[in-house]
């Protein structure tokens, strides 16, 4: 048992030398971030969301929606995307990058759930939606659910890399031949849950600005989630292919760098659908005048310096084949997603309210989110140093 213990947790090394090894100011950094969540969770549990958080009847959801939830699961959609394209378009050639991003949204779903148990009044009930108390004319329990079944879904289709780890193979065959059902599921109910977070703002048009407010709130919020996802699966791949280089048995710089410009081709086009749609809305609804005041002039940073202007640097990106400049781009598309989702459920949201009413969230609410996206890069990390997850 500890001679399994050290080959398959601590990589051939015993204890000692494994906490040699990772005596780092990175690892140090990040224990530091983990104190001072964990101290907000703990705060949170004992004293409740009232003294932890900024949150009141006005602002009934804060930072960690916004963050954790909203924006978090737009950015757990490389699952989604990578998914659909590989097991149901066929295109084997970016197979490749299905496993990271599979455990990419793995790890987003779970940390979000975990991190949404903080957020709710009786925590403790978060399992009453499975199968004690069925709200079949809420979007919450149809989110609720969708959470749950798409977690399992991941689970299943991580499973093979998992098995082949424990070298059960068996198992590791059983869930590679369901890896294309469960991927066919999981584009149902991944695309009807990043629809149904926009969805929950429908009953709110009185309290979201009219430049952010629209029936097409759900189509946008899955638009969104989809380059979110395309951008964030260039990002993984870019940071894993140089942290986790000695991974790679064959690597080919030529082929991975082609394979970065064919995705941010699609992201291209999904841009400018997502910005067609806003313009057509703006139209629909007469909006245009808002954009003369406060209001419209960050509507205009977030659409244009976020949506356009990246979209056109990726075009000329992909015809100069200027990779670098793709993979920086991307980090630009996902900040614009993260700035949308704060815009519709904070910024935007209770726009009447003077400045100094508004809204801000304590160190607590702050300092637990970045804890809980430290245990998602520790936990990635720890993944895939030990299984074949990029090989």
Known sequence: MINWFNEKILLGMNCREYISKHATLLNFMALIILCFSFYAMAYRLIYGLGPAT??????????WISFDILAGIALAAPGLTVGTVVYLFGAKDYKHFARPAI?????????????????????????????????????????????????????????????????????????????IWATVFGVIIAGGHQSALGGLFLVAPTKIHPLWYSALLPLFFLISALFAGISMVIIESTISHKVFRDQLKTFDRADFDNKTLGLAKALVIILFV????????????NNWHY??????????????GFVLAPALILINSVKNKKVKLVRFTTFWVVTGVILNRFNVSLIAYNWYIPLQEKYYPTWMEIALSLGVVTLIVLFYRFIVRRMSILS
Request: proline residues 2%; contains cysteine; neutral net charge.
């Open 274 to 285: 997502y910005l067609i749609l806003k313009v057509l809305d703006l139209t629909h609804y």
């Open 54 to 63: 900024n949150l009141s009847d006005t602002y009934p959801w804060g930072f």
């Open 291 to 304: 954009l003369k005041s406060e209001y419209g002039y960050w509507y205009l940073l977030e659409v244009v």
């Open 103 to 179: 455990l990419s949204s793995l790890l987003g779903y779970i940390f979000a759930v975990f991190a949404l148990m903080f957020d709710l009044g009786r925590y403790y009930r978060v399992f009453y939606v499975i199968g004690w108390s069925w709200g079949l004319n809420s979007i919450l329990f149809l989110i609720a659910w969708h959470f749950f079944l798409y977690i399992i879904i991941c689970l299943i289709e991580w499973f093979p890399a998992f098995f082949e780890w424990l070298g059960i193979e068996k198992a590791k065959n059983f869930f590679s031949k369901l890896g």
